[in-house]
Each structure stands twice: as C-alpha cells, then as structure tokens.
C-alpha cells in the first residue's frame, strides 16, 4: 500500500490570520479501519455531518496494518497531516490490531519531531462505526489544526 503524491501550497505572506487559515489549501490523508472508522465515516456522511473536503481517506481492513513507513512516506510525498483512526479498545476484529496500532502511533510521535515534521501534524484517536458524530469532530478539528500550521504567521 502507498499514499498518492500531494503538492501543497501555501500563503506566502498573509495579511489576516483568520482568514488566511480558512484559505489554506491542506492535504490531509487519513487510515481508517474498515470495521470501525470507515463505517464511522460512512455513517457521518449518510447523516450529511460536516466532513473536511481536504481529507483522503483510505480504508484499511485494521489499523494494525499500518505501517509508520507508510505514514512517513505520506509526508515525504507532501501531506500536511496524517490521521490514523482505529477501533476503541477491546473493539478490534483482529483481537489486538488497534494495541499494535497505537504502540506504532506512540513510536510515530516521538520520530516525526526527530524527522523535522511538527508531531501536530500526526494523530492517533478511536471512532467506532456508531460514532459519526466524533468521526465528524476529530476530522475537522484534525483539518483546522493543520490549516493552523500551514499558515505563516505575518
């Protein structure tokens, strides 16, 4: 599995913060485990709940497939951010696909400062597929907090 190639553009020098951030253009990739978040997502766009346009979805059959060379190699091909959602706790169809996935997601925080990339920049969190309402949530607070980043202050 491989994460498409993103080109990002940024204000350069903006003149009003506030507005600067809602114009920023991100790239958002965002690994969702099939049992849980994707369903969660699902769910969220069938009760047309606010889901950030900026955000590329990939479906994963458990979050305990992804690879942080897979989340390195996002950044690497220019995403702005990248989010990992998995099943809660206890919840996993794979038994203990999630555990794996949040030890990776501990190791990733700690790596991607070293690598020069802002650990905001990173999230790990947990949505259920009964969840739309949270998916919604993480995802656009997730997208504003990036936008945030991008933006250069004046």
């Known amino acids: 599995m491989s ?41 969220a766009g069938a009760n047309q ?28 091909k220019g995403a702005d951010g990248v989010l990992v959602l998995a099943c809660h706790p206890g919840d996993c169809h794979y038994k203990e696909g999630n555990l794996r996935a949040y030890c990776r997601a501990e190791l990733l925080e700690r790596l991607v400062p070293q690598l020069g990339v802002d650990p905001r920049r990173f999230r790990f969190d947990y949505v259920s597929a009964a969840e739309a309402d949270r998916f919604s949530q993480i995802t656009n607070e997730f997208v504003d907090q990036v936008r945030a980043l991008a933006v250069i202050p004046s």
Request: with cysteine.
């Open 3 to 43: 994460c498409q190639s993103y080109s990002t553009t940024h204000p350069t020098n903006p003149t009003n913060n506030v507005d600067a951030i809602a114009g920023v253009a991100v790239k958002v990739v965002a690994f969702l485990c099939n049992w849980c978040s994707y369903a969660g997502a699902d769910k």
């Open 49 to 76: 709940l606010p889901v950030p346009a900026e955000l590329t979805a990939i479906r994963v059959m458990c979050s305990g497939r992804v690879e942080p060379t897979m989340i390195l190699e996002c950044f690497q």
